[in-house]
C-alpha cells in the first residue's frame, strides 16, 4: 500500500470481547442520534470503541465518519448508522481546530 505503517485490516472487536457494549459511554441513539459535526464514537463493528467526527450521511442507513488521527492516519469510514454513537461529556477537540492561526 501507500502507508507502509497502515493496515486498514486490524479489528478492534477481540479486544472488546467479553467487555459489555455499555461500557461504552454514549447518548441513546434513538433520543439523541448523532448528527453531522458531532463528535462520534463507533459501538460496533471491526473499528468498535475508535472515536471521530461524523462528516456526512446518505439517503440509506449509511453515515461518513472522519476517525480521530492514529498513527499519523485519519481515515474515513462509511458504516451503518446503528454502529456510531453521539459522544457524551466534555471532549478534547479535533486536533484539526487545534491549527494555530495568525490574524
Known sequence: ????????IISNEKYFKGIKPSSLVYADPKKDPPDVRDLVILVKGPDMGRTGIMIGKDGSNNVYV???RFKGM??????????????LGEQ???DVFLIPRKG
Not at 458504516?79 to 459522544?87: D, F, T
Open 1 to 8: 500500500g501507500l502507508y507502509t505503517y497502515y493496515d486498514d
Open 66 to 68: 472522519k476517525l480521530d
Open 74 to 87: 485519519r481515515p474515513i469510514r462509511v458504516v451503518s448508522k446503528a454502529w456510531v454513537g453521539k459522544r
Open 92 to 94: 478534547d477537540p479535533d
